[in-house]
């Protein structure tokens, strides 16, 4: 009988989490996003979001389901804000898309085809305040990896120009 309860436990666990999932074996769901205008553009971007700013990924603080969709939230830490002045120690960025389950197999959504934030990279964020207890970031122009000092003071100068520009 314990041995019944164990494995209808295990079965119960790994059809309906992803407790005891590898993420390397995930079906990935790309989807695309809908953009109100060319963020691509730099000057466009900085006007449609509330703060710029370069961060590091601390971690991974949550996965949430909002309007039927996975969103993944990072607690990250501010190193130099661009626009905005977002102050205090770490800040809850929301990304949208994650990990979820159905019907026992396990999903990655992707929108535009992104990988999610990890833990311990440098990224300069370009993130809009919501009613929630994070900020969004925008799929694709909302994060760049910055993998060195020469890549974050070329977007730095690049966001600090564009926001001069009329």
């Known amino acids: 009988m314990i041995i019944i309860c164990l494995g209808l436990g295990l079965f119960l666990t790994k059809y309906y989490t992803t407790f005891l999932d590898l993420k390397s074996s995930a079906i990935i769901v790309n989807k695309h996003f809908t953009y109100k205008d060319d963020y691509h553009d730099k000057r466009k971007l900085s006007k449609a979001v509330d703060y710029i700013f370069i961060g590091e ?3 991974k603080s949550g996965s949430k389901e909002y309007t039927g969709q996975p969103n993944t939230q990072f607690s990250v830490r501010i190193t130099q804000n661009i626009k905005g002045a977002l ?8 990304q949208l898309g994650g990990y979820y389950k159905k019907n026992g197999k396990l999903y ?12 311990g990279q440098i990224y300069l964020f370009a993130v809009s305040t919501t009613k929630k207890e994070y900020y969004q970031m925008m799929p694709k122009y909302g994060h760049t990896l910055l993998n060195n000092e020469e890549e974050k ?13 009329k």
């Open 153 to 165: 003071y070329k977007q730095i100068d690049g966001f600090r120009n564009a926001m001069v520009e």
């Open 57 to 59: 990924v601390v971690k």
């Open 108 to 119: 990655l959504l992707r929108y535009e085809k992104e990988h999610l934030l990890k833990e």
């Open 87 to 94: 102050l205090g120690d770490d800040i809850l960025i929301n």
